[in-house]
């Protein structure tokens, strides 16, 4: 059973930035992602990482913003977020998979964390 604990969620102005953090309990999954779900809206994958190559991917809203890192010392998944938008304000949640990565489907992952709130404002 692998536990995910996020953290780093926050209030922030437009044009900020944020790292969100992701404790892993058993640093044994192939792939861990970022997924956000705004209100009212369906939960997107936002970025991916191979934990064993450390290949990374991003969805096309947050490329080049968005940056998926690990400490695997640390057993930890982090999400740096600068520039941040109005729309990039969701719960991000963390979650491990043992399949791919790629594409970014739910489905894919098996263990989730509780999320944490990003509000972006004007």
């Known amino acids: 059973q692998v536990q995910l604990v996020e953290s780093g969620g926050g209030s922030v102005q437009a044009g900020g930035s944020l790292t969100l953090s992701c404790v892993v309990s058993?640093?044994?999954?192939?792939?861990m992602g970022w997924f956000r779900q705004a209100p009212g809206k369906e939960r997107e994958g936002v970025a991916g990482?191979?934990?064993?190559?450390?290949?990374?991917y991003y969805a096309d809203s947050v490329k080049d913003r968005f940056t998926i890192s690990q400490d695997k010392a640390r057993n930890t998944v982090y999400l740096q977020m600068n520039s941040l938008k109005l729309e990039d304000t969701a719960m991000y949640y963390c979650?491990?998979?043992?399949?791919?990565?790629?594409?970014?489907?739910?489905?894919?992952?098996?263990?989730w964390g509780q999320g944490t709130q990003v509000t972006v404002s004007s």
């Open positions: 979650a491990a998979s043992y399949g791919r990565c790629w594409p970014l489907q739910q489905e894919r992952f098996a263990y």
């Open positions: 058993t640093y044994s999954p192939n792939c």
């Open positions: 990482i191979y934990i064993s190559g450390g290949s990374t």
